[in-house]
């Protein structure tokens, strides 16, 4: 064993640099084995996305023009899967894959019960002019302005054909606009990943097919309260318009819709992974670094655990037991950071403890001189 050491020690000796200490290069090599064994590990991991057909059986959804709602939105995400099921690292779930009834809650526990990456629900709107056409895309939040309101309550009425709808949804009612409030905070820890997976579609709309801007837009949807991860609300156009109506049902416009959606799951899936890997190699590298505070002073790193239009007390109870946690507010959103540190590895162990909370999605945010800067930045300061 004493032997087997001095190999090693004699082994690594060459690489030290500077005042890097033996002890240091030995944790490097041995994160570096364990950092490729999580990895291997990770890339079996398949990436679970829940396609949401909305409507089915005894509710046909909206009937502009004579066409249904149901069936159009079920064929859009067979398509869908069916493009998504073509990659071996990707693992597709449909909360219906025919021609039935399935409550809102439940649509939502099919995605927590696989612990899904992301869910999509695909719909098709309606509006009293014939004139009003695109897609477009939804997360929840509360509603800008009235024309959100009525596509969220159009698309919630639904629970009215659920048996036992008021103990099911808490006594929530589509009709007033009071109650969507309650629907928000569950799902603002996820908002700024939902808000990623929707402007994705919605640039693809653009590119691939042309299609008007409608913008990313927040509304209350109940389907999308009780998912616990990134959640997208998709209204693939108007059937209410004569020729999008007649498009979306076709079977070359559902072609067409399935195969920008999936292209766009498949960006924002390569996207957030992408960053995953950008985190785990800056963590690997700050690990063979000494500390220098004289030059990390200027760098803080917060940990962010939610973002929201509404503003919360910053108590504990508000934050599973978090604290301390700050508040800070950007445009018309507020988000909430947990503890601050210097340190990126103390950083690190701060997302851990965030995560155990059950805030999954948190993530590190580095602030230079009161700014916000990249990780990328952060850790080229604190060298």
């Known amino acids: 064993m004493h032997q087997q050491f001095l190999s090693i020690s004699n082994f690594i000796k060459p690489f030290k640099r500077g005042q890097a200490s033996f002890l240091s290069v030995f944790i490097f090599f041995i994160f570096f084995f364990l950092l490729t064994i999580c990895s291997l590990g990770a890339q079996q991991n398949p990436f679970v996305v829940v396609l949401d057909a909305g409507h089915g059986g005894h509710d046909s959804g909206n009937r502009g023009n004579g066409y249904f709602e149901k069936k159009i939105a079920l064929n859009i995400a067979l398509k869908i899967g069916s493009q998504l099921e073509q990659n071996s690292n990707l693992k597709v779930i449909y909360t219906r894959k025919k021609d039935v009834f399935v409550d809102l809650i439940e649509r939502a526990n099919i995605a927590n019960r696989a612990d899904a990456d992301l869910f999509i629900s695909i719909h098709c709107d309606a509006f009293t002019s014939s004139s009003a056409y695109g897609a477009g895309t939804f997360v929840l939040g509360l509603h800008a302005n009235e024309r959100n309101f009525q596509i969220a309550q159009k698309e919630n009425s639904v629970i009215f054909l659920e048996e036992n709808y008021e103990q099911n949804y808490d006594g929530f009612d589509p009709n007033d606009p009071e109650s969507v409030i309650s629907l928000i905070l569950m799902q603002e820890t996820y908002l700024d990943q ?117 503003k919360i007390q910053t108590k504990p109870y508000n934050f599973k037991g978090l604290n301390p946690v700050s508040r800070e507010k950007s445009g018309t959103l507020y988000r909430y950071y947990f503890d601050n540190t210097n340190r990126y590895d103390t950083a690190q162990n701060l997302l851990s403890i965030a995560r155990e909370k059950g805030y999954t999605n948190a993530f590190i945010v580095a602030f230079h001189k009161g700014e916000k800067i990249s990780l990328g930045e952060a850790l080229k300061l604190i060298k």
Do not use: W
Not at 276 to 281: E, F, G, H
């Open 194 to 310: 939902s808000i990623a997976a929707a402007n994705t579609i919605q640039k693809s709309f653009i590119s691939n097919l042309n299609r008007k801007d409608r913008t990313v837009k927040q509304a209350g949807f109940v389907v999308l309260k009780y998912t616990y991860m990134p959640s997208v609300l998709v209204e693939t156009g108007f059937l209410t318009n004569q020729s999008e109506g007649a498009f979306l049902n076709s079977t070359k416009g559902q072609a067409q819709m399935a195969d920008a959606i999936a292209k766009a799951i498949l960006q924002y899936k390569d996207q957030l992974q992408a960053g995953y890997q950008k985190t785990a190699l800056t963590t690997q590298s700050s690990l063979s670094l000494e500390d220098d505070s004289n030059e990390s002073n200027a760098v803080v790193f917060k940990i962010q655990i939610a973002a929201s239009g509404k």
